[in-house]
């Protein structure tokens, strides 16, 4: 039996269920833990209700630090970043990427979150973007035998940012 969750655990798993379904979360928790099985780059996405940035690109670049995205080694990590009651997002990648904002790396995966988000699917959209982007990742940083897991797993939010 596992121990009861702390307060911190508990703010951040009662934050979430507000903003997604549970079976949103495990969808793009799936998505995720899928993608890095196959990939030596890193995924992240963190969760807010409502974007403080005067654009969700500037929060995505802020945040990319504060979680230390820019830590892994083959600074090859990518932040999804959505604010959902806004219904807006941004996707950032690291250095190692070497893929500027609006490259074709990032087309397929902005239209799936884009086209989720207007019909209100968050959860869809974000483990569908997570799953493109593993595909692309792969094909660009193949995984590696014994490849340890740089970032944690799990989903982000507000509350994770502020004990970061």
């Not at 493109?132 to 940083?141: I, N, T």
Request: net charge positive.
């Amino acid at each position: 039996m596992s121990a009861p969750p702390t307060p911190a655990r508990r703010s951040t798993a009662q934050l979430l269920e507000r903003l997604l379904h549970p079976s949103d979360q495990r969808r793009i928790l799936e998505a995720i833990r899928a993608a890095e099985l196959s990939t030596s780059a890193e995924l992240k996405v963190h969760v807010e209700a409502r974007c403080p940035a005067a654009d969700p690109h500037t929060r995505a670049v802020e945040l990319f630090t504060r979680l230390g995205l820019h830590r892994t080694e083959a600074r090859n990590a990518v932040l999804l970043y959505a604010a959902v009651h806004d219904r807006r997002f941004a996707i950032v990648g690291d250095a190692g990427l070497e893929e500027p904002p609006g490259a074709p790396f990032w087309t397929a995966p902005n239209r799936r979150v884009s086209i989720a988000f207007r019909r209100g699917a968050y959860g869809e959209g974000l483990a569908g973007a997570v799953e493109l982007l593993g595909e692309q990742l792969r094909r660009r940083f193949p995984g590696r035998a014994g490849k340890k897991d740089e970032l944690d797993n799990e989903l982000s939010t507000e509350d994770t940012e502020a004990r970061a």
